[in-house]
């Protein structure tokens, strides 16, 4: 058995995500190969027998360069699995509706989809979770991939639950891909910045210049992964009219005591505590 995973990951929780599964296919004898999907590579995928799609959720959708990249995939000969891997900051059911835009290009391409899965990382964007809870949704999402690989290995079904009218909320909110284009020419660094080159070295879409004199230019191209804002060592970022979502610095997955928090600490409560009880039930039943 191969699979591939072709991945898009803005700060780092994606690609945690993708490359555990990495680790437990292999653990189950399954050849996996995962690849960025930040340069352009020519895929074969005449050599996997299956192929994952991962991303973080952007507005309740996939991020316009995931959704650019499933346009530009080739149609496939033989039919294949298809699998899909998000992660989001919040639990919500709305998100279960991010995949319909690929998930409508995917299946004219001849993917044909069996799983799909959603794990709940900590927020890069909006307000910034506690280590603590960073550490809870790592090592749920830990549990239930060592759970969900055997499913995808095993071609066990599994969707996601509905959410009313798909199509028409998530075109509304892909209002995102062109409002994230404009906003990131708003973006400016401040004196704090160190010029380390970070920002844009690492942009997804080399849309950050800086001239002779040192001063940033900021294009077109955004696609608010929070990356340059997100690692930036001195918080020098201000990311536009979202200024005041911004979320700078790494998480600590490995802290569970720290609890110390921003904001937004009653933020979607019930929503986290059933995704927490839903996650328990499923690793209880499968260990
Ligand atoms: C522009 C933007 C929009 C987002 N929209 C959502 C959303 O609609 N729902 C949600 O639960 N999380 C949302 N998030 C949070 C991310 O999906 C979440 O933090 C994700 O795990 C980040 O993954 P990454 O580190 O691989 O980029 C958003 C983040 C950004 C930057």
Request: charged content about 25%; overall charge positive; aromatic content about 14%.
């Amino acid at each position: 058995m191969k699979t591939l995973i072709c991945y898009f990951s803005g700060t780092g929780n994606t690609k945690k995500v993708v490359e555990y599964f990495g680790e437990q296919f292999k653990a189950n004898g399954c050849d996996t190969t995962i690849i960025s999907i930040d340069k352009e590579i020519e895929i074969d995928f005449t050599q996997y027998d299956s192929i994952g799609i991962a991303y973080p959720i952007h507005a309740f959708n996939a991020p316009s360069n995931v959704v650019a990249f499933c346009k530009k995939l080739p149609k496939l000969k033989e039919k294949k699995q298809l699998y899909i891997i998000k992660t989001s900051g919040e639990p919500l059911k709305i998100n279960n509706i991010s995949s319909t835009k690929i998930r409508h290009i995917l299946k004219r391409k001849g993917f044909i989809l069996n799983n799909e899965y959603h794990y709940v990382m900590p927020y890069n964007m909006i307000f910034r979770h506690s280590n603590a809870m960073a550490y809870r949704m790592w090592d749920t999402a830990q549990k239930l991939i060592s759970v969900d690989c055997k499913e995808i290995l095993a071609k066990k079904k599994v969707k996601l639950s509905f959410f009313p009218f798909p199509n028409l909320i998530s075109w509304i909110m892909r209002i995102e891909h062109w409002g994230g284009r404009l906003n990131g020419t708003k973006y400016s660094v401040n004196e704090k910045c160190i010029h380390c080159g970070m920002c844009y070295r690492n942009c997804p879409t080399q849309n950050i210049k800086v001239d002779e004199d040192g001063n940033f230019h900021f294009g077109k191209k955004c696609l608010m992964c929070m990356r340059c804002s997100f690692f930036c060592p001195t918080d020098a970022f201000k990311i536009g009219f979202f200024n005041s979502w911004k979320v700078n610095g790494r998480y600590n997955f490995n802290d569970p005591d720290n609890h110390e928090q921003k904001s937004h600490k009653n933020f979607c409560k019930n929503s986290y505590k059933k995704y927490f009880k839903r996650s328990e039930e499923k690793i209880s039943s499968n260990s």
